[in-house]
């Protein structure tokens, strides 16, 4: 256990549907980051969140959104989905001293 | 903006050898790290090893090594004893730190290790 906890692990959902993938970071991190790593496009940082606010975006489409609590965990919304959308979504959480850790990501298939 | 770039094809190592993957980098500023991660079919993503731009010393982790040759822009990743285990993607990273910190990866490279 990595101690960042990605829920679900697997998700199967049609094209045009929404969803939610839940991240919880390692005890103490503030920080959130999220990628998406598919197999045409590798791994791209998607958002990141430190404290509850964004602090920086990268190839994130607008159908995406993101957003960290009060009990810093953080969700990852996904909706009107493609097909392109399906991949391997990993949440990160970062400690200064202790460096990053990855969950073990939510598999995406939209069909 | 920051670049990783990996790009040897898919490698085959017999048991019980060393193996170095290669990684090049391509950034301006001064202060950087470098990660090494492991993914296996499962899917998860294993830390390696940590480079520090500024670090005197090659980074070392058990049977990992990191061959960092800061002129050359290059952080390469060396196994050595190889095992069945080490069957996976490997991927190299570097932290931006006026990207907020966030990891830039290379696109991987895959390791098949052979008994």
């Known amino acids: 256990d990595s101690g960042v906890t990605q829920t679900p692990k697997h998700l199967i959902t049609a094209t045009g549907q929404r969803v939610t993938l839940r991240c919880s970071p390692r005890s103490g991190d503030l920080s959130v980051y999220w990628y998406q790593q598919s197999l045409d496009q590798g791994l791209q940082f998607l958002i990141q969140y430190y404290n509850g606010e964004e602090r920086a975006k990268g190839n994130i489409l607008e159908r995406f959104s993101a957003q960290q609590f009060p009990d810093l965990h953080s969700e990852l919304n996904l909706s009107s989905l493609e097909l392109g959308d399906s991949a391997l979504y990993f949440c990160?959480?970062?400690?200064?001293?202790?460096?990053?850790?990855f969950g073990s990501g939510t598999r995406l298939t939209v069909v | 903006a920051q670049k990783i770039t990996q790009t040897q094809p898919g490698m085959f190592v017999q048991e019980k050898e060393a193996v170095t993957l290669d990684c090049t980098y391509d950034?301006?500023?001064?202060?950087?790290?470098l990660f090494w991660y492991k993914q296996p079919s499962s899917g998860e993503m294993i830390f390696l090893i940590y480079?520090?731009?500024?670090?005197?010393q090659n980074a070392t982790e058990g049977r990992y090594s990191l061959n960092f040759q800061k002129a050359r822009k290059s952080a390469n990743l060396v196994i050595s004893a190889s095992q069945l285990g080490d069957s996976a993607m490997y991927f190299c990273a570097m932290r931006d730190p006026y990207g907020n910190n966030r990891l830039a990866f290379g696109k991987g490279n895959q390791v098949v290790v052979i008994p």
């Open positions: 990160a959480s970062s400690d200064p001293d202790l460096g990053y850790t």
């Open positions: 480079q520090g731009s500024y670090d005197q």
């Open positions: 950034t301006s500023d001064p202060s950087y790290g």
